[in-house]
């Protein structure tokens, strides 16, 4: 029937489904008594009635909630909550009688519109669409016509996640209280998805980087002097923080294993050579946000795939000689995430997407007498992780746009001939990544922050190349390297290849 009274300060009554409220009071003193036998008890004299109470509205379909004859009033907070797919019209409260909705105590305190909150699921609803909050009867005055309702404005979501702002257009003279959507936008904090869907396109650098590095030398070693084909793999690790606008650190490693052949083309020396690659990697995400706090994540990636890479050495001369490389790669790369610190509807994804890219190179290997080589290069890496459209949880759809990251790498690499079986070497390089982007959207709206990698990273590393006796045809190498920039770290990896 009507609501008149709460018992205590900070009760709660939600009203859900289509559910009707009708009764009529047959004696209000000292108590009210509904017609069907039910008693509101009176108060002990001091006991606020108002402060703290909040009612709940929740699913009402359509066309709303009936209210009869009585009014509803005494609640300090209204909340309400629209099903999924709402349109422009749709009703929460309906009095269908002379009832009306008292938003204050009556006295001095307005009453708050505190949520008008939407189920997820359906069409985004447009800015302009129009919820009718109440329907009928309202009363925001303290009854000597001044008007204590003041709010304009309350907050929303859909789906508990999506905020939207709305305008409050109320009326005080018994007309109808209207939200209209002024704005759609994204929480902050799911920027931790992008930065999650980001992992996997950094596992497939990772790659790029062990095919057109340790990959390509290995393969290089393990065809000289032969005619056959030969076998080489390449594994790298690496623990590196890399810094997106916050950062994700991320434990992985890769392996590369191929085959090689050399071709002897008029004094230069050419090498192909095919290889499957694959790797597996765990990441954490780090973000923290003005009055939300800290907003971690977690995940696993990996990606497996295939490729072929070659390199074009011209004659030597005293000096050295140049050369001229590429590599080509495509596959599948996957990750899934999870957060603890976001709402469950919207905190895990499990998706997979391809993957492809590219390397050139171009460099000169300086002869330097019989005590050692100096390696200076030049590589442009491109590699492109494609988007992907999913769900959270809840429904809610979620799009990742595609990741293209675009690097240069410079880089020099002195190499000591010890003996015919030892080769230690030092090298540094400079690389700077141009794009390196992560954009995505819930419900068609934009993540308002892209985490990105781009920026410049310097690298250092030290390695020996091992080779062994000629009865034993294996090329061993071990390196480490640390990162300092966009990427903060260490590395390390380790080739093996067969001479045939």
Request: net charge negative; charged share 15%.
């Amino acid at each position: 029937g009507a609501i008149t009274k709460i018992s205590a300060t900070g009760s709660s009554i939600t009203l859900s489904g289509n559910t009707a409220l009708y009764g009529t009071y047959s004696s209000c003193s000292p108590s009210c008594r509904l017609a069907g036998g039910y008693t509101d008890v009176p108060l002990a004299s001091g006991v606020d009635v108002f402060k703290g109470n909040t009612l709940n509205v929740t699913m009402p379909g359509t066309s709303g909630i009936a209210v009869g004859v009585r009014s509803v009033e005494n609640f300090q907070y209204y909340n309400f909550k629209f099903p999924a797919g709402v349109t422009t019209g749709a009703v929460a409260l309906k009095f269908t009688g002379a009832g009306a909705v008292v938003l204050s105590d009556g006295k001095t305190i307005p009453s708050v519109i505190q949520s008008v909150d939407i189920e997820v699921g359906g069409a985004f609803p447009g800015v302009g669409t129009r919820l009718v909050l109440v329907d009928g009867n309202i009363q925001t005055s303290d009854g000597s016509g001044t008007e204590i309702f003041t709010q304009e404005t309350a907050s929303g979501n859909m789906g508990m996640y999506v905020a939207i702002e709305y305008d409050l257009d109320y009326q005080s003279d018994g007309g109808s209280l209207v939200a209209v959507i002024r704005s759609a936008t994204v929480a902050e904090n799911s920027k931790s998805l992008s930065e999650a869907f980001l992992s996997a396109a950094i596992l497939v650098n990772q790659g790029a980087d062990l095919a057109a590095q340790k990959g390509m030398n290995n393969a290089v070693m393990a065809a000289y002097e032969s005619v056959g084909w030969n076998i080489f793999s390449a594994i790298a690790f690496s623990h590196l923080r890399h810094e997106t606008g916050s950062h994700v650190d991320a434990s992985s490693y890769s392996l590369q294993v191929g085959v090689s052949k050399g071709f002897d083309i008029a004094g230069s020396r050419l090498t192909v050579g095919v290889f499957v690659e694959g790797g597996r990697g765990s990441y954490d995400t780090y973000n923290h946000y003005p009055g939300v706090g800290d907003i971690r994540g977690k995940g696993k990636g990996e990606y497996l795939g295939a490729g072929i890479l070659a390199r074009l050495e011209l004659a030597r001369s005293d000096i050295g000689n140049p050369y001229f490389e590429a590599s080509v790669r495509m596959g599948r790369a996957k990750n899934d995430f999870s957060s603890e610190d976001m709402p469950a509807n919207i905190n895990s994804y499990d998706i997979g997407s391809n993957y492809y890219g590219f390397h050139v190179g171009v460099g000169y290997d300086f002869r330097l007498g019989e005590w050692g080589r100096l390696d200076l290069g030049a590589r442009y890496f491109q590699n492109h992780r494609d988007g992907i459209d999913t769900f959270a949880p809840s429904g809610a759809p979620v799009s990742f746009h595609a990741v293209d990251s675009k690097r240069l790498r410079l880089g020099a690499r002195l190499f000591f001939l010890a003996n015919d079986m030892f080769s230690p070497y030092i090298g540094a390089a400079w690389e700077k990544e141009f794009d390196g982007e992560s954009s995505g959207s819930v419900f068609n709206q934009a993540i308002p922050e892209v985490p990105s990698l781009k920026g410049n990273t310097g690298i250092g590393e030290l390695g020996v190349s091992v080779r062994f006796s000629s009865s034993v045809p294996i090329i061993l190498d071990l390196g480490v390297q640390g990162y300092t920039g966009k990427r903060r770290g260490f590395g390390g990896g380790v080739t093996l290849s067969v001479e045939f």
